[in-house]
């Protein structure tokens, strides 16, 4: 199985700010590299697809980079909006694997 | 609008079985692979297992293979969840997504699953 590695466990900024979040595979996985964001009463979304793809509808401040096993996901200039859970997830092969996770928290 | 509905979840004992559905709208549910993701309280997500659209292929993760059934019935736009031999640890929240290609890019609400005694 592909083990996701995700980092950091939680991050703090302020809107307007850029923060990443870093997602390692245990093996190449290719391009197949997803995003979701998870908020409370909401769906959860997904963002990025194949590592960089921006699903339709999501602002393009959301940008996914990376392939192999090292993945990014880059918020530029935060909203307070964007606050919420953050998980990647491979798609490249079953068992499908998530990360453990990414807290955003805006200031 | 596309919109994935659960339902089915409950408080069971071990051991017992539980049958989730989900209803599917907005789009053209014979198009579209289904899965099942589980979520534990205060946990991550969990894949359990994917069903293609025409039911030819189907996937398990290890922790739910030989207790659980996915299926769909493409006439009633319905997908579900047969669970049997439940234990503790299959306590989560139990989240209904559509997608191709291994994407999960429509999901439910979710419905809860509590295993006690």
């Known amino acids: 199985d592909v083990q996701m590695t995700q980092s950091p466990y939680n991050l703090v900024a302020s809107p307007g700010e850029s923060v990443s979040i870093n997602c390692k595979a245990s093996k190449s996985i290719s391009k197949y590299l997803a995003w979701y964001q998870q908020k409370p009463g909401k769906t959860n979304k997904l963002l990025i697809y194949?590592?960089?793809t921006l699903q339709s509808g999501i602002p393009s401040r959301f940008r996914g980079s990376g392939s192999g096993t090292d993945f990014t996901l880059t918020i530029r200039s935060l909203e307070p909006e964007d606050f919420g859970l953050y998980y990647c997830?491979?798609?490249?092969?079953?068992?499908?694997?998530f990360g453990s996770g990414t807290k955003l928290e805006i200031k | 609008e596309v919109q994935l509905v659960e339902s089915g979840g409950d408080l069971v004992k071990p051991g017992r079985s539980l049958k989730l559905s989900c209803l599917a709208s907005g789009f053209t549910f014979t198009n579209y692979g289904v899965s099942w993701i589980r979520q534990a309280p205060g946990k991550g997500l969990e894949w359990i297992a994917s069903?293609?659209?025409?039911?030819?292929?189907?996937y398990y993760a290890d922790t739910v293979k030989g207790r659980f059934t996915i299926s769909r019935d493409n006439a009633k736009n319905t997908l579900y969840l047969q669970m049997t031999g439940l234990r503790s640890e299959d306590s989560a929240l139990y989240y209904c997504?559509?997608?191709?290609?291994?994407?999960?890019?429509?999901w439910g609400q979710g419905t809860s699953v509590t295993v006690s005694s």
């Open positions: 069903i293609s659209s025409s039911s030819s292929y189907i």
């Open positions: 194949d590592g960089s």
């Open positions: 997830q491979q798609h490249n092969e079953y068992p499908l694997t």
């Open positions: 997504t559509r997608g191709n290609y291994e994407l999960l890019d429509a």
